[in-house]
């Protein structure tokens, strides 16, 4: 079955610093990734998703993803995150419709 | 509709009682996704329809859970004899439609239940 691990479960960061959320998944055929964020009191939102092609992928916000298939992983990366980046970032594939997210990794980020 | 609202926000029951939970889609999208966030833990897969057939129900925890959905729109989710580990937020979710997988999702609000 497929499965998504996310290594980190709470990161702090100061201001400005760089940040890089791992994300590893189990699955053997064709996948679709996708990276989501929910901001304290809100919905779940999409940053950003791959499908094929150019397998570093932009989103929102200034965030960004990259797939390695040989790693099986799909990073999420900010070069310089802001206070307002505080919030929950789960990592998800879809191979079919029945989509499996990860635990979830909770990001501080320090005024 | 704005976006996929979902009914109560808040539930509180007795263990043993039935609940019935309710989600109302994004006008126009076919697929409506079911799942379960329980405190410290992810997002847990339950259900996906598209239009009004669901074709995966191994994410349902028990058989006291299940859902349906009538006329390709409202879904409700049924959990019987409630426990008390079926606490968690329920969040429902739609998208245009669930063939390959590459749709975006949009969320509700979720439905908070508390079985005491």
Same mark, same amino acid.
């Given at each position: /079955?497929?499965?998504?691990?996310?290594?980190?479960?709470?990161?702090?960061?100061?201001? /400005?610093?760089?940040?890089?959320?791992? @994300?590893?998944?189990?699955?053997?055929g064709t996948v679709n990734l996708f990276w989501y964020v929910q901001y304290p009191g809100q919905?779940?939102?999409l940053l950003l998703k791959y499908f094929s092609g150019d397998p570093l992928v932009k989103g929102i916000k200034g965030f960004e993803a990259e797939f390695i298939k040989s790693k099986f992983s799909f990073n999420l990366r900010k070069p310089s995150v802001q206070w307002s980046d505080t919030a929950e970032y789960f990592c998800a594939v879809n191979p079919?419709?029945?989509?499996?997210?990860? /635990?979830?990794?909770?990001?501080?980020? =320090?005024p | 509709g704005a976006g996929v609202?979902?009914?109560?926000?808040?539930?509180?029951?007795?263990?043993? =009682?039935?609940?019935?939970?309710? @989600?109302?889609? &994004?006008?126009g999208h076919t697929a409506l996704y079911w799942y379960r966030?329980?405190?410290?833990?992810?997002?847990?897969?339950? &259900?996906?329809?598209?239009?009004?057939? /669901?074709?995966? =129900?191994?994410?349902?925890?028990?058989?006291?859970?299940?859902?349906?959905?009538?006329?390709?729109?409202?879904?409700?989710?049924? &959990?019987?004899r409630t426990q008390q580990e079926d606490s968690a937020v329920y969040l429902c979710a739609s998208s245009l439609s669930a063939s390959g997988g590459q749709e975006t999702q949009y969320f509700g609000p979720g439905t908070r239940l508390l079985v005491l």
């Open positions: /079955a497929q499965s998504v691990s996310q290594h980190n479960h709470h990161v702090i960061l100061s201001e /400005a610093a760089s940040l890089e959320l791992g @994300c590893n998944y189990s699955y053997g919905h779940l939102q079919q419709g029945d989509m499996r997210f990860g /635990a979830g990794t909770r990001l501080t980020v =320090k | 609202s979902q009914s109560p926000s808040n539930k509180v029951t007795e263990k043993g =009682k039935d609940v019935e939970l309710r @989600c109302d889609p &994004i006008s966030q329980s405190l410290g833990q992810g997002l847990e897969f339950l &259900i996906y329809f598209q239009g009004n057939s /669901a074709p995966d =129900k191994s994410g349902l925890p028990s058989d006291r859970f299940s859902a349906e959905r009538t006329g390709g729109s409202v879904s409700t989710l049924t &959990i019987q």
